[in-house]
C-alpha cells in the first residue's frame, strides 16, 4: 500500500489521535522502493511483504446477527487466506435453525478455499465455560450465557483470537455487499499496524463514503446520521482536554476496525453499538493522565490510533429503522456523557442534544450502558483448557 505518513496528530496523555491518512494506491507493490527513503516525502510505501507479516498473526471477527448468507460468504471471500477468520454468531435456531445454515456454508467454504478459520456461536455452552473458567463472569446474564449484543460477540471474539494465538485482532462486519471492500479493509489493517512504533495501536476506518439512491441517481454520502453527531461530541470532549478545538476524530463508530491484541487486552469495553465509541472513552480515561493510569507500561511506550480512509464505497444491509440510528446516538453520546472525565458543560450540550432529537426527555440522563473491565482480567490458560478447538472450524493453536 502507498499511502500518507501519518505526520499530525492530537495527544492527550500517551494517547495519540493521528489525522486521517489518505491511500494513494491499494497495492505499494513488492520490495522497498528507495524513492521513499528521502525524509521529505509525504507518502509511505508499505511492501507487500510487512503486509503478508501482519496477516499472518492477524485474526479477523466477524460478528453475525441473521444476516444473508450470500453476504457472509463474499465477506469470508474478501478475507486474505493468512488471516484467520472467527465468525461468532447470534443468529436465530428457531423456527430455522439459521447458525446450522451459516456453519455449514462457512464449513464448506472454507474447505473448497483451504483455509483455516473458527465458528462458534456466542450463546453456546462452551463460549461461556471458557470465560467462566477463565475467571471473566462479567459476560454472563441470568441463562448462565454469553449476553446478546454486538459488543459481547466482539468480546468473545477477541479472547479467541487470543488464545488461537494472534497479535492482532480486526473487525468486519458480516453484512458488506462488497468483497472488494472487505479485501481493503484487511489491507488497510495490516497498513496501520505495521506503522505502530508501540505494542499498543489501533486502526479505525473511516469510510469513503456510503451510496444512496437520491432522486433516481447515485449519491456518495460521506457521513451517516449518527457519526457526524458522534465525531463532534468527542472532538468536544477531547478539545476540553488539550485547550484546542479539533476535528481529528472522524472515526467515532467505525464498526471496521482492528487493535493490537495487548491493546485489545487493555481496554474495557461498552455494551451493543456503544463499543466503537468508547474505545476512545476507555483511551481518554486509562491512558489520558487525568485519572490515575492502570497500565504505568501503557503510559511509557503510549498509544497510537490511525485513522485511515478507504477507497472503497461501504455497501450494507440498509433496512434498519429510525428506533436503531436513534438507539446507536443515545449509545454513543451516552458512553461520554457518563464518563467520569465528561466536563459538566459537555454533558449539558449533549443532553440538550439527545433531547432535540427527541430521544430524551428535558433534563433527563441518557441511558447508562452497562460495561466490562479489561480482558487481561481473564485467567487464559484455564480459559483455554475449556476449548474443544474441533468444535470449532478448522484451526488448532500450534
Ligand atoms: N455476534 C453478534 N451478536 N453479531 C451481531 C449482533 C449480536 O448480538 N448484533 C448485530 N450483529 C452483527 C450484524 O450481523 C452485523 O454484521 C454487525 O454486527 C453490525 O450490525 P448492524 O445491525 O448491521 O449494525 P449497523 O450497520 O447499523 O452499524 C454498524 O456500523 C456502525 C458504523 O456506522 C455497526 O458495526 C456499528 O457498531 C457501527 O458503529
Redesign the pocket.
Known amino acids: 500500500m502507498r499511502l500518507e505518513i501519518p505526520t499530525s496528530a492530537e495527544r492527550f496523555g500517551a494517547n495519540l489521535f493521528y489525522k486521517v491518512q489518505k491511500i494513494y494506491e491499494l497495492d505499494g507493490g513488492h520490495g522497498v522502493d528507495s524513492e521513499f527513503e528521502s525524509r521529505y516525502h509525504v507518502i509511505q510505501q508499505i511492501p507487500y511483504e510487512r503486509i503478508h507479516e501482519i496477516e499472518k498473526d492477524l485474526a479477523i471477527v ?6 444473508r448468507l450470500r453476504l457472509l460468504e463474499g465477506v469470508l471471500c474478501g478475507i486474505p487466506h493468512d488471516c484467520l477468520p472467527i465468525i ?3 443468529s436465530k435456531s428457531e423456527p430455522i435453525d439459521r447458525f446450522r445454515m451459516e456453519r455449514s456454508m462457512v464449513d464448506t467454504f472454507c474447505r473448497y478455499a483451504k483455509k483455516k478459520y473458527i465458528i462458534a456461536h ?1 450463546r453456546s455452552p462452551e463460549i461461556a465455560r471458557l470465560f467462566l473458567e477463565g475467571g471473566y463472569p462479567h459476560l454472563i446474564d441470568e441463562e448462565g450465557l454469553v449476553r ?3 459488543a ?2 466482539m468480546l468473545a471474539g477477541i479472547a479467541l483470537a487470543n488464545l488461537a494465538g494472534k497479535k492482532y485482532v480486526g473487525f468486519i ?3 458488506n455487499y462488497f468483497p472488494g471492500a472487505v479485501f481493503e479493509y484487511v489491507r488497510i489493517f495490516s497498513a496501520g499496524l505495521s506503522q505502530g512504533k508501540t505494542p499498543y495501536s489501533m486502526v479505525r476506518i473511516q469510510w469513503h463514503s456510503k451510496p444512496k439512491i437520491v432522486e433516481n441517481d447515485l449519491f456518495f454520502a460521506k457521513w ?1 446520521r ?2 457526524r453527531i458522534t465525531n463532534q461530541y468527542l472532538n468536544q470532549f477531547l478539545g476540553h482536554f488539550t485547550g484546542y478545538e479539533t476535528e481529528v476524530l472522524r472515526t467515532g ?3 471496521e476496525h482492528a487493535l493490537s491484541m495487548p491493546l485489545a487486552l487493555s481496554l474495557d469495553y461498552s455494551t451493543g ?1 456503544s ?2 465509541t468508547h474505545h476512545f472513552v476507555s483511551m481518554m480515561e486509562k491512558f489520558g493522565g487525568v485519572m490515575p493510569a492502570p497500565f504505568p507500561e501503557i503510559m511509557k511506550s503510549g498509544v497510537e490510533i490511525f485513522q485511515i480512509e478507504s477507497r472503497n464505497p461501504h455497501l ?2 440498509v433496512a ?1 429503522g429510525d428506533d ?1 440510528i436513534n438507539e ?1 446516538i443515545e449509545y454513543s453520546l451516552s458512553v461520554l456523557w457518563h464518563s467520569a472525565i465528561c466536563p459538566a458543560n459537555l454533558k449539558t450540550e449533549i443532553s440538550t442534544e439527545l433531547n432535540r432529537l427527541k430521544i430524551i426527555r428535558k433534563n433527563a440522563s441518557p441511558v447508562k450502558l452497562r460495561q466490562y473491565p479489561v480482558l487481561s482480567d481473564i485467567d487464559f490458560e484455564a480459559a483455554g483448557r475449556t476449548i474443544d478447538w474441533s468444535q470449532h472450524g478448522n484451526y488448532i493453536p500450534a
Do not use: C, T
Not at 466477524?62 to 444476516?67: A, G, R
Open positions: 466477524i460478528p453475525v446477527k441473521d444476516e461468532l454468531s447470534n456466542q446478546h449484543g454486538k459481547e460477540g462486519d458480516s453484512d451517516g449518527v457519526s463508530n467505525a464498526g453499538f463499543v466503537e450494507h444491509e434498519k436503531h446507536m
